[in-house]
């Protein structure tokens, strides 16, 4: 659900904003070769309720024109790339130039909400490469383990389960990512994953609505809305694991690759940070950074499999073969082409935003042909229309579940497997910031999808073919969550 706050706070500034003044934006001359400039309000309006045509125009208007475009975004403008150079000198750029963690801070206001150290510092970063996509076959049979021990949680000694999307696809991805974050144990207890689903929620709606309080007051209102005792709450979860783990690294002497996640996250920790409390809250953001994009993802790939019943079919034949032959094992799901191309293409055409690489100026970044973005501008790329560019793409707007599987782009020729980005695949970003998670999160969403159809006969509850939409705010993407979806047990027999 959008949180009807999300809603609100826009419109409420977007009314003070009008009653004040738009001028002192409308002077600004630096984006002048933009051709795809409207109105500062009515830009505003169109961007808060339809940004996926204002996205496609400005794509389309720019793209051979100038190559960028402007959206403005209350406090200042975005600035919108539409051409591979100017990404590419955008990508050159460095992060003191062109922030990410500047702009997520921007718009989110995460170090109020987590610690001042956890985007000046995201030392638990490196650990997505080291301890979780390194430690992959490790880590896989725990995730297939997990997605089935939920969904016989779900069903239970029943045929089947009717659920909406948040009581189903948000616990399993909070669990499965747990499982290698903190092990078994923690990620089933209920609380604790209630917790983590909790706060992940209220980090996105308070941290919206905190990025419109004036800078002078923002610490104060912080701490009137954020939420401590949910923080120290988290912290006296992890507390016991995070000593006997304490205990380990003691015993052993020192870490190594095979070691679990939270071990690493203790060796790595600098010694100011080295107690529960800290500790927990970098545990606390990964869960923010992996939860509600992998849940916009997941929730866009069950609807399309209960809409497409033969889409559904194909890919079940797919598990049903692959499984016989390698198990649930990383090989076996490596083997699965289907649904590989099946995943990246949700990803192309929906996904979770309409832009990515979104950098905050922190100095001037002046584009070879002399378009400067000033200090404190938000810049980023149009993913909406990278992805569905007639130039680049087959049938560019049609939803081509096996896409991937031939041709130039197909699955086997690594260009068209999940994780790989490129200029005309930003829905992990692209360059130095790209998502460390991708890895983890392919066999993630592959894992619960094949299981899935393996195991179940899935579809929407009213009996209906047709996909709910997405809904919008922005350029984020939330996926409709009217629809009751019912998980039957499948005989196999
Ligand atoms: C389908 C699911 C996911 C999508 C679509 C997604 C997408 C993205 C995107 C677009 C970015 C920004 C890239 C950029 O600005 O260039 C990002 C960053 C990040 N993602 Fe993901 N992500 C997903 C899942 C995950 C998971 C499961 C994890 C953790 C295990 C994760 C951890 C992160 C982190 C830590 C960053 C920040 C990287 C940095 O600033 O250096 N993501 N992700």
């Known amino acids: 659900m959008i949180p009807l706050l999300i809603i609100a706070t826009p419109l409420v500034a977007l009314f003070v904003f009008c009653l004040s003044s738009g001028k002192k934006i409308n002077s600004v001359t630096y984006a002048s070769g933009s051709s795809a400039n409207c109105g500062w309000r009515d830009g505003m309006l169109a961007y808060l309720m339809d940004a996926p045509r204002l996205l496609r125009v400005g794509y389309c208007t720019t793209k051979n024109k100038g190559g960028i475009f402007k959206i403005p975004i209350l406090r200042n403008w975005m600035l919108i790339m539409t051409n591979s150079q100017r990404l590419e000198e955008a990508l050159k750029s460095n992060d003191g130039t062109l922030s990410s963690r500047g702009a997520i801070e921007e718009m989110l206001q995460l170090s109020q909400f987590f610690s001042p150290t956890i985007l000046t510092n995201p030392y638990h970063f490196s650990l997505i490469t ?25 069903i239970g000694d029943k045929s089947f389960f009717v659920g909406r999307a948040p009581e189903i696809f948000t616990p399993m991805i909070c669990r499965t990512i747990n499982r290698a974050f903190v092990g078994k144990e923690k990620c089933r207890d209920k609380e604790y994953i209630k917790l983590s689903i909790g706060y992940s929620a ?3 709606s308070k941290g919206y609505m905190l990025s419109y309080v004036p800078l002078s007051l923002r610490a104060v209102v912080a701490s009137l809305i954020a939420p401590f ?4 709450a988290m912290a006296k979860h992890l507390q016991p ?11 052993v002497g020192n870490v190594n690759a095979d070691s679990d996640f939270l071990c690493g996250l203790i060796e790595r920790a600098p010694p100011q940070e080295q107690d529960d ?6 545990i606390l953001h990964l869960n923010f950074a992996a939860l509600h994009s992998t849940y916009v993802v997941c929730t866009q790939m069950f609807y399309i499999i209960c809409s497409k019943r033969e889409w559904a079919e194909e890919l079940r034949q797919e598990t049903a073969t692959v499984i016989k032959n390698y198990g649930w094992t990383q090989n076996g799901l490596d083997q699965m082409v289907k649904i590989e191309s099946f995943v990246r293409e949700v990803l192309r055409l929906r996904g979770q935003a309409g832009i990515s690489l979104i950098r905050l100026a922190i100095k001037p970044f002046r584009f070879s042909d002399g378009v400067v973005i000033p200090p ?17 793409w087959r049938d560019a707007d049609h939803f081509d579940p096996f896409r991937f599987c031939e041709g130039d782009d197909r699955t086997s020729n690594e260009k068209g497997r999940i994780v790989n980005t490129s200029y005309n695949f930003l829905a992990f970003g692209h360059g130095r910031n790209s998502c460390p998670g991708r890895w983890f999160v392919a066999y993630e969403l592959k894992t619960m999808l094949a299981y899935a159809l393996y195991n179940y006969d899935i579809s929407f509850e009213s009996g209906v073919l047709e996909e709910p939409q997405d809904r919008w705010l922005g350029a984020a993407c939330f996926p409709n969550e009217t629809a009751e979806l019912r998980f039957s047990r499948r005989n196999r027999d």
């Open 229 to 232: 005792s949910q923080r120290r």
């Open 202 to 204: 209220r980090v996105v």
């Open 130 to 154: 080291s301890h979780l996509t390194k430690r992959l076959p490790m880590v896989i049979p725990e995730l297939v383990d997990e997605v089935a021990n939920f969904f016989e949680e779900l």
């Open 241 to 251: 694991l995070i000593s006997a783990r304490r205990e380990t690294i003691a015993e």
């Open 376 to 392: 404190g501008t938000m810049l980023s790329a149009d993913a909406l229309g990278f992805q569905s560019d007639p130039e680049q």
């Open 277 to 282: 409390y800290s500790l927990a809250m970098r």
